[in-house]
Protein backbone atom coordinates (compact mmCIF):
# COMPACT_ATOMS: atom_id res chain seq x y z
CA UNK A 1 0.00 0.00 0.00
CA UNK A 2 2.89 2.60 0.75
CA UNK A 3 3.84 1.95 -2.58
CA UNK A 4 1.25 3.59 -3.97
CA UNK A 5 1.46 6.51 -1.53
CA UNK A 6 4.92 6.85 -2.62
CA UNK A 7 3.77 7.44 -6.23
CA UNK A 8 1.16 9.39 -5.64
CA UNK A 9 3.76 11.93 -3.77
CA UNK A 10 5.96 11.77 -6.76
CA UNK A 11 2.75 12.66 -8.92
CA UNK A 12 2.27 15.50 -6.62
CA UNK A 13 5.68 16.83 -6.57
CA UNK A 14 6.81 16.11 -10.12
CA UNK A 15 3.15 16.48 -12.26
CA UNK A 16 1.30 19.23 -10.32
CA UNK A 17 4.63 21.59 -8.33
CA UNK A 18 3.24 21.07 -4.98
CA UNK A 19 5.77 22.56 -2.31
CA UNK A 20 7.72 20.45 -0.06
CA UNK A 21 5.50 21.23 2.87
CA UNK A 22 2.58 19.97 1.11
CA UNK A 23 3.93 16.88 0.10
CA UNK A 24 5.23 16.32 3.34
CA UNK A 25 1.88 16.70 4.86
CA UNK A 26 -0.47 14.88 2.32
CA UNK A 27 2.81 12.11 3.40
CA UNK A 28 1.87 12.43 7.13
CA UNK A 29 -1.93 12.47 6.68
CA UNK A 30 -2.04 9.38 4.25
CA UNK A 31 0.50 7.58 6.87
CA UNK A 32 -1.94 8.03 9.92
CA UNK A 33 -4.66 7.30 7.94
CA UNK A 34 -3.12 4.05 6.87
CA UNK A 35 -2.26 3.15 10.23
CA UNK A 36 -5.96 3.77 11.13
CA UNK A 37 -6.72 1.39 8.34
CA UNK A 38 -4.66 -1.46 9.70
CA UNK A 39 -5.75 -1.35 13.14
CA UNK A 40 -9.46 -0.76 12.51
CA UNK A 41 -9.27 -3.97 9.95
CA UNK A 42 -6.80 -5.95 12.05
CA UNK A 43 -5.17 -6.65 8.71
CA UNK A 44 -1.44 -4.85 7.84
CA UNK A 45 -2.16 -5.52 4.16
CA UNK A 46 -5.66 -4.38 3.62
CA UNK A 47 -5.74 -2.68 -0.26
CA UNK A 48 -6.81 0.38 -1.12
CA UNK A 49 -9.58 -1.30 -3.44
CA UNK A 50 -11.37 -2.45 -0.19
CA UNK A 51 -11.57 0.84 1.47
CA UNK A 52 -15.27 2.14 1.59
CA UNK A 53 -16.61 5.27 2.32
CA UNK A 54 -18.01 4.27 5.91
CA UNK A 55 -14.41 3.62 6.92
CA UNK A 56 -13.15 6.94 6.13
CA UNK A 57 -16.21 8.63 7.92
CA UNK A 58 -15.14 6.62 10.65
CA UNK A 59 -11.71 7.46 10.47
CA UNK A 60 -12.98 11.68 10.11
CA UNK A 61 -14.94 11.03 13.54
CA UNK A 62 -12.23 9.72 14.94
CA UNK A 63 -10.04 12.79 14.51
CA UNK A 64 -12.97 14.70 15.37
CA UNK A 65 -12.74 13.12 18.80
CA UNK A 66 -9.64 13.52 19.13
CA UNK A 67 -10.33 17.14 18.97
CA UNK A 68 -8.34 17.81 15.86
CA UNK A 69 -8.46 21.32 14.79
CA UNK A 70 -10.90 21.60 11.98
CA UNK A 71 -8.80 22.91 10.12
CA UNK A 72 -6.52 19.67 10.16
CA UNK A 73 -8.84 17.45 9.40
CA UNK A 74 -10.30 19.46 6.55
CA UNK A 75 -6.22 19.16 5.29
CA UNK A 76 -6.40 15.15 6.10
CA UNK A 77 -9.49 14.63 4.16
CA UNK A 78 -8.03 16.70 1.13
CA UNK A 79 -5.44 14.50 1.50
CA UNK A 80 -7.46 11.37 1.12
CA UNK A 81 -9.82 12.64 -1.78
CA UNK A 82 -7.26 13.54 -3.63
CA UNK A 83 -5.15 10.39 -3.92
CA UNK A 84 -8.47 8.35 -4.32
CA UNK A 85 -8.82 10.60 -7.03
CA UNK A 86 -5.59 9.41 -8.56
CA UNK A 87 -5.77 5.89 -7.59
CA UNK A 88 -8.96 6.13 -9.65
CA UNK A 89 -7.31 8.13 -12.47
CA UNK A 90 -4.88 5.42 -12.12
CA UNK A 91 -7.15 2.49 -12.46
CA UNK A 92 -6.07 1.37 -9.11
CA UNK A 93 -9.32 1.36 -7.38
CA UNK A 94 -12.60 1.35 -9.70
CA UNK A 95 -14.65 3.26 -7.71
CA UNK A 96 -13.59 6.33 -5.81
CA UNK A 97 -15.42 6.26 -1.88
CA UNK A 98 -15.01 9.83 -1.74
CA UNK A 99 -16.48 11.00 -4.50
CA UNK A 100 -19.52 11.78 -2.72
CA UNK A 101 -18.00 12.55 0.83
CA UNK A 102 -18.43 16.09 1.87
CA UNK A 103 -15.33 18.43 3.18
CA UNK A 104 -15.61 19.07 6.71
CA UNK A 105 -16.23 22.93 7.23
CA UNK A 106 -13.51 25.47 8.08
CA UNK A 107 -14.04 28.10 10.72
CA UNK A 108 -12.35 31.06 9.01
CA UNK A 109 -11.00 33.90 11.38
CA UNK A 110 -10.72 37.45 10.70
CA UNK A 111 -7.02 38.18 10.75
CA UNK A 112 -6.07 40.78 13.28
CA UNK A 113 -5.18 43.32 12.19
CA UNK A 114 -2.21 46.16 13.04
CA UNK A 115 -2.79 49.73 14.86
CA UNK A 116 -1.39 52.77 13.45
CA UNK A 117 0.58 53.13 16.48
CA UNK A 118 2.01 49.48 16.03
CA UNK A 119 2.87 49.72 12.45
CA UNK A 120 5.09 52.43 13.40
CA UNK A 121 6.33 50.84 16.17
CA UNK A 122 7.09 47.56 13.67
CA UNK A 123 8.80 49.70 11.10
CA UNK A 124 11.00 51.80 13.86
CA UNK A 125 12.21 48.31 15.53
CA UNK A 126 15.87 48.06 13.07
CA UNK A 127 15.81 51.92 13.52
CA UNK A 128 19.05 53.67 15.58
CA UNK A 129 21.60 51.31 13.81
CA UNK A 130 23.54 51.06 10.41
CA UNK A 131 24.58 47.56 11.05
CA UNK A 132 23.95 45.72 7.66
CA UNK A 133 21.38 43.33 9.71
CA UNK A 134 19.35 46.57 10.97
CA UNK A 135 19.21 48.08 7.02
CA UNK A 136 18.04 44.60 5.77
CA UNK A 137 15.89 44.19 8.73
CA UNK A 138 14.38 48.14 8.18
CA UNK A 139 14.05 47.19 4.12
CA UNK A 140 12.26 44.06 4.36
CA UNK A 141 9.71 45.26 7.03
CA UNK A 142 8.85 48.46 4.63
CA UNK A 143 8.66 46.00 1.39
CA UNK A 144 6.39 43.57 3.32
CA UNK A 145 4.22 46.77 4.55
CA UNK A 146 4.56 49.03 1.58
CA UNK A 147 3.74 45.71 -0.80
CA UNK A 148 1.33 43.26 0.91
CA UNK A 149 3.90 40.21 0.03
CA UNK A 150 3.64 37.29 1.70
CA UNK A 151 6.93 36.28 3.24
CA UNK A 152 7.42 33.28 1.33
CA UNK A 153 7.50 35.79 -1.76
CA UNK A 154 9.69 38.32 -0.20
CA UNK A 155 12.11 35.68 1.39
CA UNK A 156 12.12 34.12 -2.75
CA UNK A 157 13.43 37.25 -4.15
CA UNK A 158 16.39 38.39 -6.20
CA UNK A 159 18.13 41.65 -6.84
CA UNK A 160 16.62 41.88 -10.24
CA UNK A 161 13.47 41.37 -8.87
CA UNK A 162 13.50 44.60 -8.21
CA UNK A 163 13.90 47.72 -9.88
CA UNK A 164 14.19 51.10 -8.13
CA UNK A 165 14.50 53.03 -10.94
CA UNK A 166 10.90 52.02 -11.95
CA UNK A 167 9.46 51.76 -7.96
CA UNK A 168 8.61 48.03 -8.76
CA UNK A 169 9.08 44.26 -7.20
CA UNK A 170 8.69 41.32 -9.80
CA UNK A 171 6.68 38.98 -7.51
CA UNK A 172 6.72 35.07 -8.41
CA UNK A 173 4.13 33.50 -7.11
CA UNK A 174 3.49 29.36 -6.16
CA UNK A 175 3.02 26.29 -7.91
CA UNK A 176 2.16 27.88 -11.03
CA UNK A 177 4.54 30.53 -11.62
CA UNK A 178 2.12 33.36 -11.90
CA UNK A 179 4.28 36.58 -12.37
CA UNK A 180 3.07 39.71 -11.08
CA UNK A 181 4.70 43.56 -10.92
CA UNK A 182 4.13 45.60 -7.78
CA UNK A 183 4.63 49.30 -7.20
CA UNK A 184 6.90 49.70 -4.13
CA UNK A 185 5.99 52.72 -1.67
CA UNK A 186 8.78 55.67 -2.07
CA UNK A 187 9.89 54.92 1.71
CA UNK A 188 10.38 51.24 0.82
CA UNK A 189 12.56 52.35 -2.23
CA UNK A 190 14.75 54.38 0.47
CA UNK A 191 15.09 51.66 2.84
CA UNK A 192 16.29 49.62 -0.26
Given at each position: ?39 E ?32 V ?18 I ?7 T ?17 E ?51 R ?22
Amino acid sequence: MQDKVESFLDFLRVEKGYSNNTIAAYSNDLAQFLEHLQEETGNPRVQWSDISKSMIIDYILELKEKEYASSTVARKVAAIKSFFHYLTSEEIVEDDPTATLDSPKVKKRLPVTLSYDEVNRLLAQPAGSDAPKSLRDKSLLELLYATGMRVTEIVSLNLEDINLASATVRVTRGKGGKERIIPIHNHAVEAL
